[in-house]
């Protein structure tokens, strides 16, 4: 089943020629079945990148799934056109009294700010306070799954020496888990960040579960017990040659990174690095889907707010993260 977007959006063409199933919305319309809502809160400076990449994995499942992409009111975006977003994006108080099925935060270069200096961190706060009562479950990218963590549970995030960026292997330690179903033993997936979470931090806390782990890199799949919150410290998402973009991006500005671990074939940038993460990806998007959406979300999406009532009014300062 396809994944259900403005039938304008750049990404539709990557799609299509990638034989992915994009449905316009025209055309769902005259289905008489429910989509999933899905919300992807995009934090990312290459937004139509991002966009391409994310709608490329969710619409890899049997599922039909309508899209709705969401910016954040108080930042401006510097790499992407005013016209996109206000073609293809809203805020938060458009979609403030609607309900998903899910929500997708991803991550943000902002990682070397702590979390309060972040200019958009108040707006961040409350949706993701917002998404405890109307969305079912949120999917938490690299520093976004940082806030998260900092926000929902008050596990701080700790600098690097030096940028982590590279493939790392993982470990899956609890193979049961439905997150982690059909994954092999270990597995790849792509980091780049300077900061982490420690996994001392989260064995402290009794409603996460840490599913996967790299010894490079950390904790890397994180689950609430309940499954409505998931954290992925990397970026499964990531195309081919985005790691390659970022690192000369940085050598230009004259960061002078290291290359990225385990990326180039024998470290050689001047080669095409291998793509050893996209079944990966696939599967850990497509069982966030099965698993904790469409079989956990009421079908009246008007239930979740009578299941998980939201107060009367929100103080932020008394979170964990605050």
Known sequence: MPIKVQSNLPAI???????????????????????????????????????????????????????ELLQTATHTSKNTSPHHLTTFYKTFEQVREQTFDGLIITGAPVEQLEFEEVDYWDELCEIMEWSKHNVYSTFHICWGAQAGLYYHYGIPKYSFEKKLSGIYTHKVLKPLHPLMR?????????????????????KKKGSLDILAVSEMAG????????GRQVFITGHAEYDRDTLANEYFRDISRGINPEIPYNYFPNDDASLTPPMVWRSNATLLYTNWLNYFVYQATPYDLGELLQKYPRKNKTNLSQYPGR
């Open 13 to 67: 063409k990557v799609l299509e020629n990638e034989n992915i199933f994009v449905m316009p919305n025209e055309i769902a319309l005259r289905q008489d079945i429910r989509p999933l809502r899905i919300l992807i809160l995009n934090l990312m400076p290459t937004k139509i990148a991002t966009e391409t990449q994310l709608l490329r994995l969710l619409g890899n499942s049997p599922l039909q799934v309508d899209i």
């Open 219 to 226: 904790p890397s799949v994180i689950c609430n017990r309940t």
């Open 182 to 202: 059909g994954f092999d033993d270990t597995f790849r997936i792509p980091h780049s960040r300077y900061t982490g979470v420690s996994e001392a931090d989260i």
